[in-house]
């Protein structure tokens, strides 16, 4: 258990991939890697990006995935600037409500936690995201940590919003994707047509993650999605209300 606070307090310093919590808070989480198994662990050949998990399966996904973050970032010209590090552990516990949560990035150790995928079923119960092929979708949530990681070792002023936060995490998520599944998980949120301004707040991204990740993704895709990303990194951007310090 630790604590950090890297962030003014409207943004405080993990993002949680959760199915029903998408607030980020400091780190309180629970490694569990299972006693009897040894531990998979080193550099991944596909980037600069160093795995810990249980199994070489496991590291091997883990690998994989966050080289396909580090290419969807690539192509916006963001890029890992030091070494990351991934640890896939047995469960991650939200700091503040306790639950079980898919992941979390801990800006003071610069390590993203990802819960094992055999613990996803279980997480994803009652959501859209549990229509999702389960590779595909435990795939996607590496993504969308290794992609706070990234902008974390880039950013030059802090959002002041977790929606500034999260969008670039939900937006390149849902982008990594197989074509057909994201298909599948965009036809299966609701008003996900609807264009108008006042998406991308935190209170949407509360209420409605799957709303917020889907509208991030069309909204990414539809405009400068690389332009936005670079604003996000030097503060904000138009379409997310800055929150005072
Ligand atoms: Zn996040």
């Not at 094992?116 to 995201?129: D, F, N, Q, R």
């Not at 999702?132 to 706070?148: K, M, Q, T, W």
Request: with cysteine; net charge neutral; hydrophobic share 45%.
């Amino acid at each position: 258990m630790h604590t950090c606070s890297p962030y003014p307090p409207s943004v405080l310093s993990v993002a949680c991939a959760s199915a029903r919590i998408t607030q980020a808070a400091c780190v309180l989480l629970t490694l569990c890697l299972p006693a009897t198994q040894s531990a998979a662990g080193g550099r991944c050949e596909e980037a600069p990006v160093d795995v810990i998990a249980a199994s070489s399966d496991e590291r091997h996904v883990a690998c994989s995935a966050a080289g396909d973050a580090l290419a969807l970032l690539g192509r916006c010209g963001i890029s890992l600037r030091r070494p990351l590090r991934v640890e896939i552990v047995r469960q991650v516990r939200h700091p503040l409500s306790k639950s079980t949560i898919f992941g979390l990035f801990d800006t003071r150790l610069e390590t993203v936690f990802i819960a094992e995928e055999a613990s996803i079923p279980a997480l994803v119960a009652g959501t859209p995201y549990s229509d999702l092929p389960g590779r595909d979708f435990y795939r996607s949530l590496i993504v969308h940590e290794v992609v706070h990681g990234v902008m974390h070792q880039n950013v030059r002023r802090p959002p002041t919003s977790h929606a500034a936060y999260e969008y670039p995490a939900y937006a390149l998520q849902i982008a990594s994707l197989p074509s057909s599944v994201r298909t599948r998980f965009l036809q299966s949120i609701p008003n996900n047509a609807d264009q108008g301004a006042g998406v991308f707040n935190d209170i949407i991204l509360l209420i409605d993650p799957f709303f917020f990740a889907a509208r991030a993704y069309a909204h990414f895709s539809a405009s400068d999605g690389c332009s936005h990303l670079a604003a996000l990194l030097q503060g904000e951007v138009a379409f997310i209300p800055a929150l005072p310090p």
